[in-house]
T-cell receptor, first 115, second 113 residues
């Protein structure tokens, strides 16, 4: 099946710093990618929809100035957590829509810990 | 709006037992239905899918049939293994280029030897 990668898989940072997470579709082009956040023992919460070449669409309650999304190419979307705080610690998962397969494929996730 | 309801669990079974995880949905349209699996510490993997009524998705011994009349997509496996221990998410997506996937809450399955 299609592969979506995320980098880094795990990151620890100090409070106040910014962290960038990359999401790549490795063998298909993805005009649409999604960013999710998952809290322990809970389902995925959609944060935003990332569209190649245009601004991301954020879900209600998600701060767009804090979670910057860039979808610069058909295979790469990035999420930058700006001025991270301990409450931003979470598991962030991206996914990419493969329109030829009509399936959404997920990355392995990035675990962020803010100290 | 669209929603997916599934049993929260946890579900604990002995190895080789029969598994059923119920999933029902509400959608304004004709969605595609999915089951995803998440192993500890990992992202989600697509397990199986069905795109229209009466379709049966299957993979790795798991099956689910798209039942439009009961708006259900129950996941079944005849004989579970310890390696099947994971969280299983039922999900739907309406057709269209920018449609979001709506997830259920996830059901944790624990298989004991």
């Amino acid at each position: 099946g299609a592969v979506v990668s995320q980098h880094p898989s795990r990151v620890i940072c100090k409070s106040g710093t910014s962290v960038k997470i990359e999401c790549r579709s490795l063998d298909f082009q993805a005009t649409t990618m999604f960013w999710y956040r998952q809290f322990p023992k809970q389902s995925l919460m959609l944060m935003a929809t990332s569209n190649e070449g245009s601004k991301a669409t954020y879900e209600q309650g998600v701060e767009k100035d804090k979670f910057l999304i860039n979808h610069a190419s058909l295979t790469l979307s990035t999420l930058t957590v700006t001025s991270a705080h301990p409450e931003d610690s979470s598991f962030y998962i991206c996914s990419a829509w493969d329109r030829t397969q009509e399936t959404q494929y997920f990355g392995p996730g990035t675990r962020l810990l803010v100290l | 709006g669209n929603s997916v309801t599934q049993m929260e669990g946890p579900v604990t079974l002995s190895e080789e037992a029969f598994l059923t995880i119920n999933c029902t949905y509400t959608a304004t349209g004709y969605p595609s239905l999915f089951w995803y699996v998440q192993y500890p510490g990992e992202g989600l993997q697509l397990l199986l899918k069905a795109t229209k009524a009466d379709d049966k998705g299957s993979n790795k011994g798991f099956e689910a049939t798209y039942r439009k009349e009961t708006t259900s997509f129950h996941l079944e496996k005849g004989s579970v293994q310890v390696s099947d221990s994971a969280v299983y998410f039922c999900a739907l997506r309406l057709p269209g280029g920018y449609q979001k996937v709506t997830f259920g809450i996830g059901t944790k399955l624990q298989v004991i030897p």
